[in-house]
């Protein structure tokens, strides 16, 4: 992989990196070794915005394309070379679950937000989350992250996505034509995005609920301008023959 060089900070006269540093090249085959680790190449973001700058145009995007390789080779199909939201705004989203605060995007709920090993995403699952005039899109949805026992809203789930070219969507169509609102302080917590309420446009279908394993009016999710999908329900209790096959895995 051929990358430009550059040995100065490109943003700041006063950065201590002035005097120079490791090329470009260096810094993609130590993180080549290292398997794209997203906490180091957070960490390195921090260093300044030279290296910030090559982790947002890189080092993220060899990440994403080392989890999930056939996710991003789709995303990518439609003949663009740039994702919605930038890398490290998907990188985050495929290993953070965001949960949510108090009078945040989903009301009441208070449940701090976290890491995750590992997550599917699926193309198939995403079709139950589009009404059926805009089951052409492409949207990839994980499996919910579950927080079990919340008092009185029971078991959480949360879930998140990306659509494939949003900007040409029909669901992005939709929403402007239905004349939905953005939410008016809240944003997309990976890419810092305004977000549309699709609950408040009607535009989630009953299966959204049968995919997740939720009670059918108790599903809500935003999308952001980027197509960063953010959502929660409240999971359906495990019946006792579910719960017998779970503990004889």
Same mark, same amino acid.
């Given at each position: ?17 002035? @005097? ?23 960490? +390195? ?14 080092? %993220? ?11 991003? $080779?789709?995303?990518?199909?439609? &003949? ?6 930038? %890398? ?5 989203? +495929? ?8 009078? &945040? ?25 589009? +009404? ?23 078991? $959480?789930?949360?879930?998140?996505? $990306? ?9 992005? @169509? ?6 939905? @609102?953005?939410?008016?302080?809240? $944003?997309?917590?990976?890419? @810092?995005?305004?977000? %549309? ?53």
């Amino acid at each position: 992989m051929i990358i430009t060089k550059q040995y100065r900070c490109i943003h700041s006269a006063t950065c201590q990196c002035t @005097k120079g540093h490791l090329s470009e090249d260096v810094i993609f085959l130590v993180f080549h070794h290292l398997n794209w680790n997203p906490k180091l190449i957070a960490t +390195l973001s921090c260093v300044c915005k030279w290296f910030d700058d090559l982790a947002k145009r890189v080092l %993220w995007k060899e990440f994403c394309r080392t989890r999930a390789p056939k996710m991003m $080779v789709d995303l990518q199909s439609s &003949g663009s070379h740039s994702i919605d939201g930038n %890398w490290r705004a998907l990188g985050k989203l +495929l290993i953070y679950c965001s949960g949510c605060k108090k009078g &945040g995007l989903f009301n009441n709920i208070q449940i701090p937000g976290h890491f995750v090993h590992r997550t599917r995403f699926s193309r198939t699952s995403g079709k139950s989350f589009l +009404l059926p005039s805009c089951r052409n899109d492409v949207l990839y949805v994980s499996d919910p992250c579950e927080h079990l026992d919340q008092g009185e809203e029971g078991d $959480v789930g949360f879930f998140r996505g $990306v659509f494939k070219s949003f900007s040409t969507s029909k669901v992005r @169509k939709m929403l402007i034509n239905k004349g939905a @609102k953005l939410h008016p302080t809240e $944003v997309c917590p990976y890419c @810092k995005a305004k977000m %549309w309420n699709m609950l408040q446009a009607k535009m989630i279908p009953q299966s959204a609920s049968c995919r997740l394993g939720s009670y059918e009016d108790c599903v809500e999710y935003y999308v952001c301008l980027n197509g960063h999908m953010l959502g929660i329900c409240t999971l359906l209790p495990l019946s006792d023959s579910e719960e017998t096959s779970e503990f004889d895995k």
